[in-house]
């Protein structure tokens, strides 16, 4: 743990000191980085019909289970808290839940939502992210009609991996 805690500090450290600003898409500097690939997420909010982990592996890994690591964004704390193996998860808090322990409007809360999603893909490098859910839809809209085209291309999970995904590398 303190090796890990070490490294993190130290990639931090190199981050700020670097040229490239936070909204760089350079190489992450960690190590714990190194042997991720290329990150495909699933942003999953307010759905519960599956098991959330599951279904992101299987969307973002259909034909190669060992494939590289999935990222599960999702509002469902009880996946976060568990381990499963090629998944990595970030939270995102429900907009009811956020709303009501802050205080805050709609509008706020959606802003808040937005810039976490943002930040979140910006920090793992997705190039590319399926969303499930209604809930999921409306943050996907907003954040694509406040910052235009981005890095990051979103797909609607139709209910089966598409043929014309490719394979994992």
Same mark, same amino acid.
């Given at each position: 743990?303190?090796? @890990?805690?070490? !490294? %993190?500090?130290? %990639?931090? @450290? !190199?981050? /700020?000191? &670097?040229?490239a600003g936070p909204t760089s898409r350079a190489e992450p500097q960690?190590?714990?980085?190194?042997?991720?690939?290329?990150?495909k997420a699933v942003l999953a909010l307010g759905h519960r019909k599956e098991d959330p982990a599951q279904?992101?592996?299987?969307?973002?890994?259909?034909? @190669?289970?060992?494939?590289? *690591? /999935?990222?599960?964004?999702?509002d469902d704390s009880r996946v976060v808290e568990r381990r499963v193996p090629g998944l990595v998860c970030e939270y995102l808090p429900p907009a009811a839940d956020?709303?009501?322990?802050?205080?805050?409007?709609?509008? /706020?809360? +959606?802003? =808040?939502? +937005?810039?976490?999603?943002? &930040?979140?893909?910006?920090?793992?490098?997705?190039t590319e992210c399926h969303w499930i859910g209604g809930e999921a839809e409306d943050l /996907?809209?907003?954040v694509q009609s406040d910052i235009g085209p981005s890095a990051t291309?979103?797909?609607? =999970?139709?209910?089966q991996p598409r *043929?014309?995904?490719p394979a994992p590398a």
């Open positions: 743990m303190p090796n @890990r805690l070490s !490294q %993190a500090l130290s %990639a931090a @450290r !190199q981050a /700020v000191a &670097s040229e960690s190590a714990d980085f190194a042997d991720l690939g290329s990150i279904l992101a592996l299987a969307i973002a890994r259909p034909d @190669r289970p060992e494939g590289p *690591a /999935v990222l599960l964004i999702t956020l709303a009501e322990t802050t205080g805050d409007g709609p509008d /706020v809360v +959606q802003h =808040y939502l +937005q810039r976490r999603l943002l &930040s979140v893909l910006e920090k793992w490098l997705v /996907v809209a907003a291309a979103f797909h609607a =999970y139709s209910g *043929a014309s995904d």
